[in-house]
Structures are given as C-alpha cells and as structure tokens.
C-alpha cells in the first residue's frame, strides 16, 4: 500500500499561504486536504470555493476538500469548478448518499465519505462500492490540534475490511490527531492516508515532518 500523507491547511498561516503550501509541496506531500466548515455542522466556520480556487492555482497537488456542512450537495458544482479533486461529504448529514456520491463523480470528482466518531462503520455498507475515498474521523469535527480518539483504530480496520469486501481499492483515510505517536497504528490498521495539520504545521521543522510522519508508516512492519 501506498502511504499518502495531506497536510490540512487549516493549520497553515493564512497570511502566507503560498509559502506554506509550497513548503508542503517540497516536502513531498501528496494531496493537500482543505476543511470546509459551515458553523452548523461542526461548532466552526471556515472557508468556501473562493480558498480552494487559490489552493488549486498554489500546487498542481491533488486538492482532497472535507465538507463539514449540512447539505453538501448546494456546493458540489463551484466546489469542483474552483478546482477541487476530491469532494469528501459526511454520512451524518447526507440522507441520500448514493445520489450525493454518484454527483459527485458525474461533476469528475472523486467521491469520498466521512464518518464522525460516534458513527459505525456498518453505516456505510450499502455505499461501500460507490467510494472513492472513505474518511475515518479520529476527532470530533470542528477543530485542529485535538487528541486522538483511540476507538478510531478498530473503525480503521472495519473500514479497511469493508472495503476489501467491496472489491473497492479506496483510499482510507484518516483525520484528527495524527502525528508521530499515533500514525503508525493507523497504518497498521489499514489506513493509507493521512491529513496531519498540527502535526506538521506546529513542528519545529514543518519541512521535515512530511518525511518523518511518511517513514513511520513505510518503515513499519
Ligand atoms: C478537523 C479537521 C481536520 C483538522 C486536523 O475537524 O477535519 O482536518 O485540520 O487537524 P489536526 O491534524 O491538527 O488534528
Ligand atoms: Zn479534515
């Protein structure tokens, strides 16, 4: 398996964004993970498609944008058009998950869903095969720099399973407290990618953290 690390630009200083994007690039991040926030969903407001069009024009990465927003679907399209790869939507607020999913595909994005914490990994069963990307959240949603929930990691390997079931070579991904002491096990639980915001953005050497989070996963039995 591939390890894909994706640096959260929430974490990033705004006032210079360019820079800070381009010092993910050199470090070799693969995907750079933008959060959308909407104070209604999650107890936070962030930013909408007129950041991911500056974030497409900064890096030829791919864009993985995480819709914490209540009916997701009102920004599918200028979502896409200011250049978003991946549109991730939660199952907490997506009532009709394959039509939400099968659009965003139609748009030439790829689909991927997101579970809170406190939601099983069974929820997702019926979509399992209609998946791009499937998000494991290892915080509660909202904010960066929280803790690792540990029950993430049994959630990790459902996932991984369910996937496997499926026939479905998704990405498995993981958000919310990954850093050094914690990436390893989701790796071994199966995960393959991995959003860090704090963890690189907080490091005494952003540039290096890239590197050091990637090798934990590729160095590791
Ligand atoms: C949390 C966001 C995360 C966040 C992760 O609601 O979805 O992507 O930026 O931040 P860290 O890595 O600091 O936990
Ligand atoms: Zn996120």
């Known amino acids: 398996m591939t390890v894909r690390i994706a640096?959260?630009?929430?974490?990033?200083?705004?006032a210079r964004l360019g820079d800070d994007i381009a010092m993910c690039v050199e470090a070799g991040a693969d995907w750079i993970?933008?959060?959308?926030?909407?104070?209604?969903?999650?107890?936070?407001?962030?930013?909408?498609a007129k950041v991911i069009e500056t974030v497409r024009r900064l890096t030829t990465l791919p864009?993985?944008?995480?819709?914490?927003?209540?009916?997701?679907?009102?920004?599918?399209?200028?979502?896409?058009?200011?250049?978003?790869?991946?549109?991730?939507?939660?199952?907490?607020?997506?009532?009709?998950?394959?039509?939400?999913?099968t659009r965003i595909r139609e748009l030439g994005a790829k689909a991927g869903v997101s579970i809170n914490p406190s939601t099983p990994v069974h929820t997702l069963t019926d979509v399992a095969g209609d998946l791009d990307l499937l998000l494991i959240m290892s915080v509660n949603p909202g904010f960066g720099g929280q803790r690792f929930i540990p029950g993430a990691l049994e959630k990790i390997r459902q996932a991984r399973a369910l996937l496997n079931a499926a026939g479905n070579s998704a990405a498995l991904e993981v958000d919310g407290g990954v850093a050094r002491d914690t990436i390893t096990s989701c790796w071994r639980a199966g995960a393959d990618t991995f959003v860090a915001g704090n963890a690189i953005f907080a490091a005494a050497?952003?540039?290096?953290?890239?590197?050091?989070?990637?090798?934990?996963?590729?160095?590791?039995?």
């Open 33 to 48: 993970h933008v959060d959308v926030m909407d104070g209604c969903f999650v107890p936070n407001l962030t930013f909408g």
């Open 63 to 101: 864009v993985d944008v995480h819709l914490m927003v209540v009916e997701p679907e009102k920004y599918f399209d200028s979502f896409v058009k200011a250049g978003a790869d991946l549109l991730t939507i939660h199952q907490e607020v997506s009532p009709h998950l394959h039509r939400q999913l």
């Open 7 to 14: 640096p959260s630009i929430l974490s990033a200083d705004f």
């Open 205 to 221: 050497d952003p540039r290096a953290e890239v590197g050091a989070l990637r090798r934990l996963c590729s160095e590791a039995a």
